[in-house]
Structure formats: C-alpha cells, structure tokens
C-alpha cells in the first residue's frame, strides 16, 4: 500500500499514520540506527524515547551574537585607548611600513575591542615622503567580538583619507577626512591650522562648521623632544575645546612609551571624549588621534639622521 499517493493524483486509499513503538532506552537498538528499518511500526533507533521529549537544539561550535551598530556602540563610550601595533620587521629593516591601530572603547563597564584602523598607501609614500605629507587611506573595522581574527564578524564600517599636501607655511595645510562607508556620507573633516607657536586642529561637522578646537602647548617635552628618549618618556596632552570657550572639555593624550614601543616607532593614546559628542563627533576625534600621531610622531627613512641612525623630527606648526 501507497502510505504517501503521488503528488496532484487522487486517491481512494486510506492513509494510515504510523504507530510508534519505542524500544526501551537500555535496548542495544538504540546505540546505533538499524541498516533495514523494516515496517513503520518498528521505527529506527534515532527517534525519541517513549516519554516523547525533544531535547533543545544544539548547533555544536555555533554561537549567537547580538551585534551592535558601531556608532551606537560609541554612544557608551566616554573615551577610547588607541594602541599602535608595534612593526618589529620595520625595526629590523628601517623600511617604513603600514601603520595598524586598535581602538579599545571605555565605558562604566570597562573596556572594550571596537576597532581596527589598517592603513593602506604606497610604498614610496611611506619611505620617500615626510609623514605630514604623506597620503593614506585608512579603513575602521568595526569588531562585534573578542576574536578580531574572525571576518564574519567584522565590518568595516568607516573611511578616513587624508591627502597628499606639500605644505607650505599656511598654504596646502594638512586635512583629514571622515566618511562612513553606508551611504558614502562625510560626517567631518580636520584641518590642521598654521600656527606661530601651539599647534592647533580644527574640527568640522559634515556642513562645514567648526565644531571643536584641539591645541596644546608647544613646550611640552614630548613636543620638543618627540623622538628621542627624552621624548619618548614624556606625555603630550591636546585639549579639545568648543569655538568662543577656553574650558577644556576633553582632551587627547600620548601616553609615554612603554618598553615595546621605545624599540619601535608605536605609540599609545587616550582620549576621554567632550560629554557634548555626539557618535559622530567620537569618530572623527578618533581620527583626529591618529592624525595627530602622523603629524608628529610617526617617522619615515627620509627624517633618519645620517649619523647613528637615530630618528629626527621637526617641528612648524
């Protein structure tokens, strides 16, 4: 007999639905499924026991993870700690290399891995030409988990570009551009100013207004003596203004160099965020950090001194 008649034919039979008889849970049958399942009355060992529970389902090395937008995610954030991967190979060599950068989130909470910065330029941008000329694209990878080794849960989410500037006192000053990748929107610019003396950046919304003012003082050891050892053990501090008031209501910070990064040509910051920043703001301050760190403290072959090999650095504001 038919159990299942063939699909559109009709059919007088009558359809019998099968009657299970489970075999109890200590019957060999059950250790392993039969090669001739015979009759439907006997059913296969794989079928549930005879009180008819289904376990819940288990998707064995799956895991479900509640991914938050990468700008909602730094709604949290009260500040950032972004840490430049230190480049041994470039050390060895003295051929300049990509920068890489990893952004932590601060929150009530803690910490937290949020982004990955990768630079992408030339090789003759990065040896041949000083970093503040220097022309770069850099993507921001947003990381939803712990692993940053996993693609599936990465997203790269954020475009910063800066452009190639030859400058010249106040002409062709250096910019920095922000653009999220969904919808090609810029959401900001930076612009470092020709100053005198503090070295100054400006930070623009998307409609071309000034919305933050970064400066510092010029004679802080870490400005003056960027990259020598005295330098490197120093702390460089911008504070974030808002246009008309001289209350600082954030600030930037090089952190002095621990022992990884006095070898090499890394360096560390924090960044405690104005409590008026809105998501947008955040970002393009983070990307301030990383221009700041192009423009005056990142090296290439072209600033290396002929004697001894040690770096050099100057500085106009």
């Known amino acids: 007999m ?21 075999p109890p849970l200590n ?13 439907m009355n006997n059913p296969p060992a794989f079928l549930p026991p005879e009180n008819n529970m289904h376990p819940a389902p288990n998707f064995p090395g799956m895991q479900f993870v ?41 929150s009530p ?23 503040k000329m220097r022309q770069f ?43 999220l990748i969904d919808g090609n929107k810029q959401i900001g ?23 933050y003012i970064v400066s510092a003082d010029c004679c802080q ?19 974030i203004y808002v246009p008309g008031n001289h209350q600082a209501i954030g600030y930037i910070w090089k952190k002095p160099a621990n022992l990884s990064e006095m070898v090499t040509d890394a360096d560390s910051y924090q960044v405690n965020f104005p409590q008026v920043a809105t998501p947008n703001d955040k970002l393009v301050i983070i990307a301030l950090a990383l221009m700041i760190d192009y423009q005056f403290f990142e090296t290439t072959s072209s600033d290396n001194s002929r004697g001894g090999g040690r770096r050099r650095h100057h500085h106009r504001y």
């Open 66 to 106: 509640y991914v938050l937008d990468p700008l909602t995610e730094l709604t949290n954030c009260t500040g950032v700690e972004i840490k430049q991967q230190p480049e041994f190979f470039e050390m060895i060599t003295g051929c300049e290399t990509s920068n890489r950068y990893h952004v932590f989130g601060q």
């Open 109 to 131: 909470q803690g910490f937290k891995y949020l982004f990955k910065c990768n630079e992408k330029s030339g090789f003759f941008m990065r040896n041949c030409c000083p970093s």
């Open 27 to 39: 019957n060999p049958q059950m250790m392993a499924p039969q090669q001739n399942y015979g009759p």
């Open 137 to 179: 694209d850099m993507n921001i990878v947003h990381i939803t988990s712990g692993n940053p080794g996993a693609p599936e849960l990465s997203k790269n989410f954020a475009r910063l570009f800066k452009p190639f500037m030859c400058t010249i006192f106040c002409l062709f000053r250096p910019e920095m551009h922000v653009t």
């Open 221 to 239: 050891c870490g400005l003056l003596c960027a990259n020598n050892f005295f330098g490197k053990l120093s702390e460089v501090r911008f504070n």
């Open 189 to 211: 610019y930076i612009r470092h100013i020709c100053t005198l003396c503090d070295p100054e950046f400006h930070i623009y919304d998307e409609k071309g207004l000034i919305k």
């Open 2 to 22: 038919n159990v299942y008649p063939n699909y559109g034919q009709q059919s007088n039979q009558q359809i019998l639905m099968p009657q299970p008889d489970f």
